[in-house]
């Protein structure tokens, strides 16, 4: 093989006998500490894959000669944790609810236990604080779709909304334009009649009358009469002037003409009984509780 390597005056070293456009490539090494460290890391990398968990089989993994992992590890010490709570989650899954609230240790638990259990949870809809968004109820004032007792709330929790849980609440906001029930210009009488419920300006020349008419005929078997709404259905109180998805009329034309059917998921079988009775507690303490 022949050397084509030369010595460049200008640098003072040896070329590698590479040369483009001109420009010769000189030959300068690595430094040799970079080099041992290089070799060290694949070292360390080989060990690493013998003594950790590393490789993936076809259906788990190499368990390595420790048989670490930090999975493993924080599995222990939630179970350690669990088993520290355990006697006093035992008295709060034993207590009854009314009972939770008239017990100073229990309830702090209870509220300690909710707050934690609702921000990993809840707090991705209804906000970190229980404020709600469009869509969303706020949990913090006294307006309740199904209920704002103890037991309501926790039943709430428990089945869900429109969950498919057996015991799910059920009913929803028909779609009256989407299923032909009424016309584009009924919807926007009796989009402004429901507005005049809760004193909310309406359209100006619209029929007072037949919007009335309108809202007896379709609406009045949900929200009662004069729309103060049915906790049974979950059909909201019309005239309080807490809107879920917005009073302007744009948005009431919406609803009546697509409906409403949020889902409130069922938390029965995520999550044990006591965790479920320390939400309901923390819920109901938010301030809107009956």
């Not at 992992?69 to 669990?82: H, P, Q």
């Not at 507690?281 to 009956?290: M, Q």
Request: charged content about 20%; proline content about 4%.
């Amino acid at each position: 093989m022949t050397d084509h390597s030369e010595f460049d005056s200008v640098s003072g070293k040896t070329t590698t006998g590479h040369e483009w456009d001109g420009i010769k490539e000189l030959n300068t090494p690595l430094p040799r500490w970079w080099v041992i460290s290089f070799y060290l890391t694949i070292i360390w990398s080989i060990g690493y894959w013998i003594v950790y968990p590393a490789w993936p089989l076809i259906s788990s993994n190499t368990t390595g000669l420790l048989g670490y992992s930090t999975r493993a590890s924080l599995a222990v010490e939630l179970a350690n944790l669990e088993a520290l709570r355990g006697e006093k989650m035992a008295a709060l899954a034993a207590a009854p609810l009314a009972d939770i609230e008239k017990d100073p240790a229990l309830l702090a638990l209870a509220r300690a236990k909710g707050k934690t259990v609702f921000g990993d949870n809840c707090a991705p809809c209804h906000g970190s604080g229980g404020a709600g968004a469009k869509g969303f109820p706020n949990l913090n004032d006294d307006d309740w779709l199904w209920g704002g007792t103890l037991d309501q709330i926790m039943q709430t929790i428990q089945f869900g909304v429109r969950s498919g849980h057996a015991k799910t609440h059920e009913g929803q906001m028909l779609a009256f334009g989407k299923d032909g029930v009424l016309k584009g210009d009924e919807i926007v009488t009796v989009a402004n009649y429901v507005r005049s419920l809760s004193g909310l300006p309406t359209r100006a020349g619209y029929d007072k009358a037949k919007g009335e008419k309108i809202f007896v005929e379709n609406c009045v078997a949900c929200h009662g009469d004069g729309g103060k709404g049915n906790l049974e259905m979950g059909a909201p109180d019309l005239t309080d002037k807490i809107w879920l998805y917005g009073s302007d009329e744009a948005a009431l034309i919406e609803t009546i003409s697509q409906g409403r059917a949020g889902v409130m998921p069922a938390w029965e079988g995520r999550l044990d009984p006591a965790t479920i009775k320390a939400m309901a507690v923390y819920v109901h303490s938010l301030g809107g509780g009956k």
